[in-house]
Antibody, heavy 122, light 107 residues
Framework: EVQLVESGGGLVQPGGSLRLSCAASGFTFSSYWMHWVRQVPGKGLEWVSRINSDGSSTSYADSVKGQFTVSRDNAKNTLYLQMNSLSAEDTAVYFC???????????????WGQGTLVTVSS | DIQMTQSPSSVSASVGDRVTITCRASQGIYSWLAWYQQKPGKAPKLLIYATSNLQSGVPSRFSGSGSGTDFTLTISSLQPEDCATYFCQQSHITPPTFGQGTRLEIK
């Protein structure tokens, strides 16, 4: 069974940092581009970042560029999101998601992890 | 960024009804459109990709159509388990962007 499990969310003070992890199983992780998408509870979805299959290429939403860093460890089947200089506007549920296309970026997302809540508050 | 606009924002329908949700892109996206279903407290689930391709395991009552800027998700015969929020998403140009969602309720 294909599975993505996020961890690392929690309460952090403004200006703080957090690193999210996404453990993948049930598929050949190194063959897929991966994404982070976030959702303010009760609101819409915002794509955050993507990374290619070998980790050599990344893209970010303008809202997080220079603030967040996506990376992956294919030996550990794990995706990461390093989030720095956090503000209240970054409060959201963060989902990792697999790209819908093997070996390339189709930029649709399937499946998604269950999400991890990041709350930025003093 | 490409703006995606869904209509209606919410809809209420009866079991067995045909339901249509529309998504409009601010510029042409060819057929690079996906649809997701999200139930409360759950992650989104891919229903359709590239406008009309049904994801494996998704019931055939779901279908998608359109091209360019105007797209439609249709549920041919609404079932109780279809109560959810539906999002469209363009995958033509980075950044991928989503519609604001359509909340579907069962009467």
């Amino acid at each position: 069974e294909v599975q993505l499990v996020e961890s690392g969310g929690g309460l952090v003070q403004p200006g703080g940092s957090l690193r999210l992890s996404c453990a993948a199983s049930g598929f050949t992780f190194s063959s897929y581009w991966m994404h982070w998408v976030r959702q303010v509870p009760g609101k819409g979805l915002e794509w955050v970042s993507r990374i290619n299959s070998d980790g050599s290429s990344t893209s970010y939403a303008d809202s997080v560029k220079g603030q967040f860093t996506v990376s992956r460890d294919n030996a550990k089947n794990t995706l990461y999101l390093q989030m720095n200089s956090l503000s209240a506007e970054d409060t959201a549920v963060y989902f990792c998601a697999r790209d819908g296309v093997v070996g390339a970026h189709g930029d649709w997302f399937d499946p998604w992890g269950q999400g991890t809540l990041v709350t930025v508050s003093s | 960024d490409i703006q995606m606009t869904q209509s209606p924002s919410s809809v209420s329908a009866s079991v067995g009804d045909r339901v249509t949700i529309t998504c409009r892109a601010s510029q042409g996206i060819y057929s690079w459109l996906a649809w997701y279903q999200q139930k409360p407290g759950k992650a989104p689930k891919l229903l359709i990709y590239a406008t009309s391709n049904l994801q494996s395991g998704v019931p055939s009552r779901f279908s998608g159509s359109g091209s360019g800027t105007d797209f439609t998700l249709t549920i041919s015969s609404l079932q109780p388990e279809d109560c959810a929020t539906y999002f469209c998403q363009q995958s033509h140009i980075t950044p991928p962007t989503f519609g604001q969602g359509t909340r579907l309720e069962i009467k």
